[in-house]
């Protein structure tokens, strides 16, 4: 994978558009409105990839922006998840939602998948909820 930078590679669709590959191996010419009508398209096509999102965040951290470059590689860990389970465990997330285990529970399963920036991040959520009696069962 070649390492992008923002002055020479952003927009990423202007500059770069041979590198963006939907999860389904379409480019961004082969999505267009005549083929989503005739059924050669479909929702799948038009997903971001884990690769574009890296390349998003290469261009935002080259740009100096480190926690957007995060957060580009922790939604590229995330495309691997239906969409129904990453809504889940954004409720999950919210104070007082889920246990200490729960949490837990989640951030294995994350691991599991390779999510481990992710599996990370809830780690430390629920450090900090149980910290700050934001667990549920804490009101």
């Given at each position: 994978?070649k390492t992008l930078r923002a002055?020479?590679?952003?927009?990423?669709?202007?500059?770069r558009p041979e590198l963006i590959?939907?999860?389904?191996?379409?480019?961004?010419?082969?999505?267009?409105?005549?083929?989503?009508?005739?059924?050669?398209?479909?929702?799948?096509?038009?997903?971001?990839?884990?690769?574009?999102?890296?390349?998003?965040?290469?261009?935002?951290?080259?740009?100096?922006?480190?926690?957007?470059?995060?957060?580009?590689?922790?939604?590229?860990?995330?495309?691997?998840?239906?969409?129904?389970?990453?809504?889940e465990i954004y409720e999950a997330?919210?104070?007082?939602?889920?246990?200490?285990?729960?949490?837990?529970?989640?951030?294995?399963?994350?691991?599991?998948?390779?999510?481990?920036?992710?599996?990370?991040?809830?780690?430390?959520?629920?450090?900090?909820?149980?910290?700050?009696?934001?667990?549920?069962?804490?009101?």
């Amino acid at each position: 994978m070649k390492t992008l930078r923002a002055k020479e590679d952003y927009p990423l669709a202007d500059k770069r558009p041979e590198l963006i590959l939907t999860p389904t191996g379409k480019s961004l010419p082969e999505i267009n409105m005549e083929k989503v009508m005739t059924g050669e398209v479909s929702v799948e096509d038009c997903r971001i990839s884990s690769g574009t999102l890296e390349y998003q965040a290469q261009i935002a951290e080259s740009a100096g922006h480190p926690q957007m470059a995060a957060n580009f590689r922790r939604a590229a860990e995330l495309t691997v998840f239906a969409d129904e389970r990453v809504l889940e465990i954004y409720e999950a997330l919210r104070p007082f939602r889920s246990s200490h285990e729960e949490l837990m529970q989640i951030a294995q399963e994350l691991e599991d998948k390779g999510a481990v920036l992710n599996a990370t991040f809830v780690r430390q959520a629920a450090k900090i909820y149980r910290k700050r009696n934001k667990l549920k069962g804490d009101k």
